[in-house]
C-alpha cells in the first residue's frame, strides 16, 4: 500500500511525496517514520515460551537415551529392539532441536534448513517407527511353525537399510526442492499497514507438500501395521503403544494443516512449532513412557519372565 506525506512549504499548494517500501506516514501526513519489524523473536513470550519447550524436550531425550545405554542388558531394553530404539530417541532429538530454526529473524539459510531439518528429522523417526512395527509382525509369524523364514528379511543390516533407504527418499525430496524453487526471506507488507511481517515464502507449495505428504504416508503405514497387530499375544503387544502414538501423531498433523493455511505471519511458524513438538512430546511419552517407569520404578517387572508375561517386546 502507498503511503503519502504533505509537504506544507509552498504556500498555494501541497506537493505529495510517496513513502519508502520500509516507511510509512506519520498521523500529522507530515514526514515519513519506519515501519515495525515483526517475526516469532526469542525474546518474545511466545518465542520463549517454544524455544524452552524444544530445550526441554531434548534434555528429556537426552535423559531417556542415557537410561537406556545404563539399562541396555536388562530384559526390557533388549527385547524393545535397543538399536532402533537408540536410533530413534536420536530422530527425537532432531526433531526437538529443528523447531528452533523457525525462531528468529528469517535469513536465507534458516529458510532453506527449516523444513529439510524438520522434514529429515520426522521421516528419520517415523522409518525407524514402520521398521520396529513391522519387526514386531515378522517376530509373531518366526514363532508360528514354518515362519522362521520371515526374520531373514529383518536382520540388524535390513533394519539399518530399511531405514537410511526411507530417509533418503525425503532427502531427495528436499534436495529437489531446494534446487528448483528454495524458501527465502520474505517482508510481507499486506497483514498490516504499519507493521513489515518477516517470513519465510516455501517457495513451491507442491514441494512442502510433498514433504508433508510423504512424512504422512510412513506414519499411516505404521499405524496401519501396528493397529492390525495391536491384537497379537500379549508377549508381542508394544503394538498398542505404536497404535497410540501414530494415533496421536497423525491427529497432530491433520489438525495443523487448515491451522497453518489460516495463520498470518509469524503465527504461521509459532503453528508449526507447536505441531513439532506436540507430536515429538507424544511419541516419546507413549512409546519410552512405560519402559522408563518399569526400569526405573518397577525393577521387579524388569525379569525375562515379566517382559514375556507382560507384553513389552517389539
Known sequence: MMHFTINPSLSDS?????????????????????????????????????TTTSLLGTFICAVVLGIFICHRRTPIVRASNSEL???????????????????????MWTCQMRH???GISFVLCVSCILVKTMVVLAVFKA??????????????????????????????????????SSPTPHKNTQYHNDKI????????????????????????????????????????????????SM???????????????SSPGNLADAVEVFAILASSFGLLITLFGPKCYIILLRPEMNTKKAVMGRGIVS
Open 197 to 244: 511481517v518477516y517470513e519465510c515464502s516455501v517457495g513451491s507449495t507442491v514441494g512442502f507438500a510433498v514433504l508433508l505428504g510423504y512424512i504422512g504416508v510412513l506414519a499411516f503405514l505404521s499405524f496401519l501395521i501396528a493397529f492390525l497387530v495391536r491384537n497379537l499375544p500379549d508377549s508381542f503387544n508394544e503394538a498398542k503403544f505404536i497404535t497410540f
Open 85 to 107: 530404539s537408540f536410533q530413534l530417541l536420536m530422530s527425537l532429538k532432531l526433531c526437538f532441536l529443528c523447531s528452533l530454526l523457525f525462531i528468529g529473524r528469517p535469513r
Open 14 to 50: 501541497l506537493e505529495c511525496t510517496s513513502c519508502p517500501e520500509d516507511f510509512w506516514s506519520n498521523p500529522q501526513r507530515d514526514h515519513c517514520v519506519p515501519k515495525k519489524t515483526e517475526f516469532l523473536s526469542y525474546h518474545g513470550p511466545l518465542g520463549i515460551c517454544l
Open 143 to 180: 514363532s508360528k511353525p514354518g515362519g522362521g523364514a520371515s526374520m531373514k528379511w529383518f536382520g540388524a543390516m535390513q533394519q539399518r537399510g530399511t531405514v537410511l533407504f526411507l530417509t533418503s527418499i525425503q532427502a531427495a525430496i528436499c534436495t529437489t526442492w531446494l534446487v528448483s
Open 247 to 261: 494415533l496421536i501423531f497423525c491427529a497432530v498433523w491433520v489438525a495443523f494443516v487448515p491451522a497453518y493455511v
Open 116 to 118: 529439510a531439518a524438520f
